[in-house]
């Protein structure tokens, strides 16, 4: 394995093998997975999107999935460009280029000053989309997003989700490809079905994480976390997601590809919570799902009852009082990003005053 492999924009190099792991990618400026980017990128909103990026690297993100494909526009391949062109300038994030075109991917590759991850390359059908971005792998010298699909469809089992990985790691080789080109995607499904078919997806995807790296020295793992809740309750998809991925961390997984801001530590998710999610993630109980969307039915009613009970007013103030410093505690602790800027100001010039 070529020693630290890395990803860089203009501006930055980030380890793909972060200590601690994740490797944080930044999904929300993805047209495909968030209505807000999709909305911008319909009314050629640059600057939008450019803040939507800027806000994913103040929330943790080490790297930005960028995705502009629409139905309802064509010009996929300009806006692209224009936007990479624009991020590269502004944004101090490395980048996934995220499309199913592969032009659109090259002629993005190009604009950047460094070296992107492509999402994502898989064998589906006759295996063209990987034949046609394995020869940009190497020209480019980039990883990509491995995805567990195969001739055959979407890899389910453990063994399926091995099998794959092996599959498309030998059809890379061919074109010599090294094995940290390869970010695996080994695939999590939702848990909110129900559907006997899905009940030890979660638990089979750890395992594939666990297989992947065991067998596949040097390769790395991914996941698009936020995959394994959809359709459960708002209130209950961070926790999920946050467990889940405290799970994933220790079966071997190197990145994920989630909003930071949805991730919960796991020390600070109470007991209740972290069994409700290990019941549904393990199916350690026939009843897990139901549990779990019952005790979050339970919580969403009685903080709705809460708020009502209350004066109605849920903005969190600051008070006047307080020193600059303590408002930019509470301003970043809260989230509140109105009045930072003056608050950072006046907390530099109080300590220049105290010194």
Same mark, same amino acid.
């Given at each position: 394995?070529?020693?630290?492999?890395?990803?860089?924009?203009?501006?930055?190099?980030?380890?793909?093998?972060?200590?601690?792991?994740?490797?944080?990618?930044?999904?929300?400026?993805?047209?495909?997975?968030?209505?807000?980017?999709?909305?911008?990128?319909?009314?050629?909103?640059?600057?939008?999107?450019?803040?939507?990026?800027?806000s994913q690297v103040e929330e943790g993100?080490?790297?930005?999935?960028?995705?502009?494909?629409?139905?309802?526009?064509?010009?996929?391949?300009?806006?692209?460009?224009?936007?990479?062109?624009?991020?590269?300038?502004?944004?101090?994030?490395?980048?996934?280029?995220?499309?199913?075109?592969?032009?659109?991917?090259?002629? @993005? !590759? &190009?604009?950047?000053?460094?070296?992107? $991850? =492509? *999402?994502?390359?898989?064998?589906?059908?006759?295996?063209?989309?990987?034949?046609?971005?394995?020869?940009?792998?190497?020209?480019?010298?980039?990883?990509?997003?491995?995805?567990?699909?195969?001739?055959?469809?979407?890899?389910?089992?453990?063994?399926?989700?091995?099998?794959?990985?092996?599959?498309?790691?030998?059809?890379?080789?061919?074109?010599?490809?090294?094995?940290?080109?390869?970010?695996?995607?080994?695939?999590?499904?939702?848990?909110?079905?129900?559907?006997?078919?899905?009940?030890?997806?979660?638990?089979?995807?750890?395992?594939?994480?666990?297989?992947?790296?065991?067998?596949?020295?040097?390769?790395?793992?991914?996941?698009?976390?936020?995959?394994?809740?959809?359709?459960?309750?708002?209130?209950?998809?961070?926790?999920?997601?946050?467990?889940?991925?405290?799970? @994933? !961390? &220790?079966?071997?997984?190197?990145?994920? $590809? =989630? *909003?930071?801001?949805?991730?919960?530590?796991?020390?600070?998710?109470?007991?209740?919570?972290?069994?409700?999610?290990?019941?549904?993630?393990?199916?350690?109980?026939?009843?897990?799902?139901?549990?779990?969307?019952?005790?979050?039915?339970?919580?969403?009613?009685?903080?709705?009852?809460?708020?009502?009970?209350?004066?109605?007013?849920?903005?969190?103030?600051?008070?006047?009082?307080?020193?600059?410093?303590?408002?930019?505690?509470?301003?970043?602790?809260?989230r509140l990003r109105e009045g930072i800027?003056?608050?950072?100001?006046?907390?530099?010039?109080?300590?220049?005053?105290?010194?």
């Amino acid at each position: 394995m070529a020693k630290n492999p890395r990803i860089s924009s203009a501006l930055n190099a980030v380890d793909i093998q972060q200590n601690p792991p994740p490797l944080i990618i930044g999904e929300r400026v993805n047209s495909q997975g968030s209505r807000k980017a999709k909305e911008m990128v319909l009314k050629d909103d640059f600057e939008g999107l450019l803040n939507l990026a800027r806000s994913q690297v103040e929330e943790g993100a080490h790297c930005l999935d960028i995705c502009v494909a629409t139905t309802e526009r064509s010009d996929e391949h300009d806006f692209m460009c224009q936007l990479v062109k624009r991020l590269c300038l502004e944004i101090e994030a490395p980048l996934v280029i995220d499309s199913t075109d592969p032009k659109v991917i090259e002629s @993005a !590759i &190009k604009q950047i000053p460094g070296k992107p $991850i =492509i *999402n994502s390359i898989n064998l589906e059908g006759d295996g063209s989309r990987f034949h046609s971005l394995a020869p940009l792998m190497i020209k480019y010298g980039v990883p990509a997003i491995a995805m567990c699909i195969g001739p055959n469809g979407m890899a389910k089992t453990p063994k399926e989700k091995l099998e794959t990985a092996q599959l498309l790691f030998e059809t890379g080789k061919k074109y010599g490809l090294k094995p940290w080109q390869f970010i695996f995607d080994v695939l999590t499904f939702t848990l909110a079905t129900g559907q006997e078919e899905f009940l030890d997806s979660a638990k089979n995807t750890l395992e594939g994480i666990r297989l992947v790296k065991e067998n596949l020295p040097g390769c790395f793992t991914t996941l698009g976390l936020s995959n394994v809740s959809f359709g459960l309750p708002t209130h209950a998809r961070k926790i999920i997601n946050s467990v889940f991925l405290y799970h @994933a !961390i &220790k079966s071997g997984l190197d990145s994920v $590809i =989630i *909003n930071p801001k949805d991730i919960v530590a796991y020390s600070d998710i109470n007991q209740e919570e972290r069994r409700l999610a290990e019941n549904l993630i393990f199916n350690l109980r026939n009843t897990a799902l139901a549990d779990l969307i019952s005790y979050y039915e339970n919580k969403t009613n009685t903080s709705d009852q809460t708020k009502k009970q209350s004066d109605g007013n849920s903005k969190l103030d600051i008070d006047p009082s307080w020193k600059f410093d303590k408002k930019c505690y509470y301003r970043i602790v809260n989230r509140l990003r109105e009045g930072i800027e003056y608050d950072v100001v006046g907390a530099i010039l109080d300590n220049v005053k105290d010194k």
